[in-house]
């Protein structure tokens, strides 16, 4: 049931083929046509004779199980078996299926009510061509799965009727009803992974698994200072070795997103490509970012502190007031570093360049920034590449920039033959785009009543001015708790920086969370109120605060704080000496999340994280249960891996760390149990592949408080810190 | 016993060529001595189970097993396997183990990613093929070679203990 690009844009000219019925229609999403310039959802089904139903799944795969829950949402409303849908991964084709990314946690809210329609829309048609055989009016026709059936007991399969639906018009998708959520089959069940058996076998489903006739394997060295050019390296050297065919310079250029210059060496092995790379002897040109390190953004970062600020992003009411007022003053700085992604598949891409048209085999988040660069930057047009969507082995948003692709187009034209570049694990670490180090100085104060009436944070973070801030390294000046309290400040100062950075899961909240829900913890403590409570009468009786993109509905943060504090047992249980619970919530993503973590500080420092409990409301459906409890899960342990272990350190204007011996990622002796409850809200679905991260973070380093008395106030957390 | 010999290659020059046993089937591959196993499996055999992750034994996504040892093919030079039975994730299904376990991650639904996978899933089946019944502590000390970097531990977990309650068949068939 592979139908090749050329084949489905037959079928759209055509309206029919083989039998098969192929709906396509366009919607506008409410929110895509917020955004200027986007195009219009496409959306694919293929019904063959036998009922076998093909369903194009159009975004990428990175583990956030979207190929498998997007077609649920096309099965459920056009009505058929989930044993009989067969799912195609999508090339990357905007022009067929609209925007093409995995990005934001945003492909539950952009496609709930588009891809349902698709499936209705479906069906619609389906009956329309049964009524029409039978004579009968379509009102009185209805369906069950692969059937469309008549009161007067005529009935047919869908595989009989699919031509015949084919040539009648698509209905309008607005015009359509839904079904009642009660009578799902598919939405709301628990429904693993489309390519399971493909995994637990081992088959190739992922960009390094890309084999091509007469297909050479590349590595490419890049300069540890990111950017710097090449000055000399032995090419005749790396030639040398057996197996490799070509090593040569790449010229590249000073866009740290773009093609950089490096080393490529082209061989028949990968194996025999790194043994060449091994005697290049590369040397590296002077460049002017060698001198940055974390030491020195920490630096600088508490002397901007001392300073009035670039810019002030909020002033409500009077701070300084306030805090000479107040009962309680608490002052706090608080850092986090920098982090790599390190997605267990290196980067890689496969391409082939031929008679000036290239096709490409990517495990990318975002194909079509990364055919604009690779058309830029190669001199050809966008419409001779064609790329096609490999399954990644991880995302977490490395994967929405496109450098190894454009690198893999790259070389692969030089080297004259099909090649699949393959980044060693220290390069993925040494050239990553990193969640941004950034530093939070804050000043805070609670009155007699133990009220907030006070919150200062000055942020200080990486960019050329608070108008040119780095990638990620920004922060909204409606984040919590500001309008929650009426003295509220928050002012902004940059530093300049050559590191390059970018989008990591939960990107910007990741790191404010820590620090928000870190420093309302201190102030809680500070009043002498008990965490839930405090936050409980921050959050206060508002139930929508502001609107736009930075509405946040206190209500619902409400719900799952009452929710999390009551699963956890909070305030109710007997602790151990050195053991510690601690409460977060965090809205990111458009989903509400709060979390409460027990933990248990050795004598020695180590930390030992035993529960975690979340309480999430992302709306009124949870789409496939399965695929949701694991992204859940998931990010929780990951968000205290970060906490526990990860930090990126430059040092000489590179990157210290290089493989998992340095960069650790936490284990499964290491992993807490996390209890998950999906609080129902009546409002729409929205995306879980990142909300349920920042907040484990502040869980953890509050438990943490609790347990030893000590407040971290930057990450990884220091085992040497927290010694009885 | 080494299955070792020198033999012409295409190029013509000398090279040493190996002879391994891969999933109940003999193999010939010329590579130079030092290549390690997972790359002679990807690049030379044409067996992609094996996934690299980081090339130092610290991920275990290489994970084979060598006459039933987990052993990470990275770090495993294709001169010091000798006569010993290669088995990959392409080929753990023919045993009762790899079967079970192979299962017991689907019907739980483990992977997100599933890069991690095949060899979470060797080390697991060599686990439960050692200790019928593993305890918390045993999955703790089997598996910490394995980093899933999507965190699905939870249910590796789970699906170790699933299967180590499967019914168990008489034969392997590797
Ligand atoms: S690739 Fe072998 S242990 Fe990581
Ligand atoms: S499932 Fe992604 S690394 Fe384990």
Redesign the interface.
């Known amino acids: 049931m592979t139908t090749s690009i050329a084949s489905r844009r037959d079928f759209l000219k055509s309206g029919a083929a083989a039998g098969g019925l192929l709906l396509s229609f366009s919607i506008a999403a409410k929110a895509e046509a917020a955004e200027a310039g986007v195009r219009p959802l496409n959306a694919f089904v293929l019904i063959a004779p036998t009922g076998l139903v093909t369903i194009t799944a159009k975004n990428p795969?990175?583990?956030?199980?979207i190929k498998t829950m997007l077609p649920m949402l096309i099965a459920e409303e056009l009505d058929v078996d989930w044993a009989k849908v067969r799912i195609d991964q999508a090339d990357s084709d905007p022009k067929l299926y609209g925007r093409q990314f995995a990005g934001g946690s945003m492909a539950t809210p952009l496609h709930w009510d588009e891809l349902r329609r698709v499936g209705a829309a479906g069906r619609a048609m389906l009956i329309a061509a049964a009524a029409r055989d039978w004579g009968v009016p379509a009102t009185e026709c209805a369906t069950r799965p692969g059937v469309v059936f008549h009161p007067s007991g005529k009935s047919a399969t869908y595989g009989e009727l699919a031509a015949k639906a084919a040539a009648l018009p698509i209905p309008d998708p607005a015009s359509l009803s839904l079904k009642d959520p009660k009578a799902y089959r598919i939405i709301g069940k628990?429904t693993?992974?489309y390519?399971?058996?493909r995994?637990?076998?081992?088959?190739?489903?992922?960009g390094?698994?890309v084999?091509r006739p007469g297909m050479l394997?590349a590595t490419f060295e890049k300069s540890p200072v990111f950017g710097a050019k090449v000055a000399s390296a032995d090419l005749a050297a790396a030639q040398a070795v057996?197996?490799v065919r070509k090593a040569f310079i790449v010229e590249g250029g000073a866009v740290l997103s773009g093609l950089l210059p490096g080393v490529a060496v082209v061989a028949d092995?990968?194996?025999?490509a790194r043994k060449g790379r091994d005697r290049l002897n590369t040397r590296w040109a002077e460049h002017p970012t060698s001198g940055q390190s974390t030491a020195g953004f920490a630096r600088q970062a508490a002397e901007l502190a001392a300073a009035p600020p670039a810019r002030t992003l909020r002033n409500d009411g009077d701070v300084d007031a306030a805090l000479r007022a107040g009962a309680h003053t608490v002052e706090a700085a608080y850092a986090y570093p920098f982090l790599a992604h390190?997605?267990?598949?290196?980067q890689n891409c496969t391409a082939d360049f031929k008679a000036g048209k290239l096709e490409i085999w990517a495990p990318t988040q975002n194909p079509e920034p990364g055919r604009q660069l690779v058309a830029r930057t190669l001199g050809i047009a966008a419409d001779d590449i064609v790329i096609h969507m490999t399954?990644?082995?991880?995302?977490?948003g490395r994967r929405l920039s496109n450098d190894y692709m454009v690198e893999a187009a790259w070389i692969a034209r030089e080297a004259g033959a099909p090649v699949q570049l393959?980044w060693?694990?220290e390069d993925d670490i040494r050239h990553d785009f990193y969640r941004p180090a950034g530093f939070h100085f804050f000043t805070g104060g609670v009155s007699a009543t133990g009220d907030l009436v006070a919150w200062r944070d000055h942020f200080i973070t990486l960019g050329a001015s608070p108008d040119q801030l780095a990638s990620s390294a920004g922060m909204a000046a409606t984040e919590f708790p500001a309008r929650f309290l009426p003295n509220f400040r928050l002012d902004l100062s940059t530093m300049p920086s050559g590191v390059p950075t970018g989008p990591l899961r939960a990107p910007g909240s990741n790191g404010l969370a820590f620090v928000v829900q870190s420093f309302i913890d201190e102030l809680a403590h500070a009043a002498g109120a008990d965490p839930v409570a405090f936050r409980l009468k921050l959050l206060g009786d508002h139930k929508m605060v502001g609107d736009g993109p930075g509405a946040y509905n206190a209500e619902r943060m409400r719900g799952v704080l009452l929710a999390v504090a009551a699963q956890s047992g909070w305030g109710t249980r007997l602790l151990p000496k050195r053991s510690g619970m601690g409460v977060a919530f965090h809205y990111s993503h458009l989903g509400y999340f709060a979390e409460v973590a027990l933990v248990r500080v050795a004598a020695d420092g180590a930390v030992r994280v035993e529960n975690v409990w979340v309480a999430a409301d992302v709306g009124r459906q949870i789409i496939n249960p399965?695929?949701a409890l694991?992204?859940v899960?998931?990010?929780?342990?990951?968000g205290v891996?970060v906490a526990l272990f990860q930090k990126i350190t430059i040092e000489g204007g590179q990157t210290v760390e290089s493989?998992?011996?340095d960069y650790p990622?936490?284990?499964?002796?290491d992993?807490p149990?996390?209890e998950v409850q999906f609080v129902n809200t009546d409002y729409p679905p929205t995306g879980l592949g990142e909300p349920a991260l920042p907040p484990a973070l502040p869980a953890v380093c509050n438990a943490i408080f609790a347990a030893t008395g000590k407040r971290v106030r930057s990450l990884p957390i220091d085992p040497a810190y927290l010694r009885a | 016993m080494r299955l070792r010999y020198r033999r012409p290659t295409s190029k013509g020059d000398a090279a040493l060529a190996y002879k391994l046993n891969v999933d109940g089937k003999i193999r010939e591959a010329d590579v130079e001595a030092d290549t390690p196993l997972l790359w002679v499996l990807r690049d030379t055999l044409g067996v992609l189970g094996p996934k690299y992750g980081c090339g130092v034994g610290a991920c275990g996504a290489c994970t084979v097993h060598l006459d039933g040892v987990p052993v990470r093919s990275c770090l495993t030079s294709v001169d010091s396997v000798g006569a010993a039975r290669v088995v990959t994730i392409e080929g753990v299904g023919a045993t009762d183990a790899g079967r079970r376990v192979q299962a017991a991650w689907s019907a739980l639904d483990v992977a997100q990613c599933g890069y991690c996978q095949p060899g979470q899933i060797m080390s697991a089946t060599a686990l439960i093929a050692r200790k019928p019944k593993p305890t918390d502590a045993d999955i703790d000390a089997a598996m910490s070679g394995n980093v899933c970097r999507c965190a699905t531990y939870t249910r590796i977990r789970a699906a170790i203990k699933h299967a180590a309650n499967q019914p168990r068949e008489a034969s392997d068939r590797l």
């Open positions: 795969e990175i583990g956030q199980g628990a693993p992974q390519d399971t058996a995994i637990v076998t081992g088959a190739p489903l992922f390094i698994d084999r394997y057996k197996g092995s990968w194996w025999a390190a997605s267990l598949e290196p399954r990644c082995g991880g995302g977490f393959l060693t694990r399965s695929g694991n992204q899960q998931g990010a929780v342990i990951d891996s493989n998992f011996a990622l936490l284990r499964i002796a992993a149990k996390v």
